[in-house]
T-cell receptor, first 110, second 116 residues
């Protein structure tokens, strides 16, 4: 069964704006990962944050993790039309399975 | 970065036939591979975890006799959909890692199965 729920399910923003996606999960985790998927394609790994980390940056991406609230957020700053895709969080649970959230479909309008 | 190759990328078959999908790690040894199924505009559902040299561990609700998984080497895992039916039509994606829990997972490009 899916582990996480993502919010919002869909997000439409103007190029240059920031996009924030949230992810909640239910069990204890080893790490939490964010992935991007273009329509009909495979997944691209964006960033991994370990359970003992609270924030991580990679280029225009910023990920936070709050294990007390069992939630994470992905912030994409200065969005571009090429950022249009589906974004998934995934948690690596204690049995080392990677379980995906429901995903957020991001549309960045030029 | 590491590459995971899936083959075929698209396959159309008749109902009742079996289809094999291959997942290969091209430049690293994958101790663990995961198989996922994705319905249109939906998330990835974990089907099974495959460790080299041992039997796959299937998720609840996944029929192991329907979806045969073999991880015979450190670079190859196969998923065989046996006696396929139209409801098996889906996008199947594999991922591979050198080590858990913090090893990066690399995903294949997926295989779209259509059963007529």
């Amino acid at each position: 069964s899916q582990q996480g729920e993502e919010d919002p399910q869909a997000l439409s923003i103007q190029e240059g704006e920031n996009a924030t996606m949230n992810c909640s999960y239910k069990t204890s985790i080893n790490n939490l990962q964010w992935y991007r998927q273009n329509s009909g394609r495979g997944l691209v790994h964006l960033i991994l944050i370990r359970s003992n980390e609270r924030e991580k940056h990679s280029g225009r991406l910023r990920v936070t993790l709050d294990t007390s609230k069992k939630s994470s957020s992905l912030l994409i700053t200065a969005s571009r039309a090429a950022d249009t895709a589906s974004y998934f969080c995934a948690v690596m649970d204690s049995s080392y399975k990677l379980i995906f959230g429901s995903g957020t479909r991001l549309l960045v309008r030029p | 970065g590491a590459v995971v190759s899936q083959h075929p990328s698209r396959v159309i078959c008749k109902s009742g036939t079996s289809v094999k999908i291959e997942c290969r790690s091209l430049d690293f040894q994958a101790t663990t591979m995961f198989w996922y199924r994705q319905f249109p505009k939906k998330s990835l559902m974990l089907m099974a975890t495959s460790n080299e040299g041992s039997k796959a561990t299937y998720e609840q609700g996944v029929e192991k006799d329907k979806f045969l998984i073999n991880h015979a080497s450190l670079t190859l895992s196969t998923l065989t959909v046996t006696s396929a039916h139209p409801e098996d039509s889906s996008f199947y994606i594999c991922s591979a890692t050198q080590g858990l829990p913090n090893g990066e997972l690399f995903f294949g490009e997926g295989s779209r199965l259509t059963v007529l």
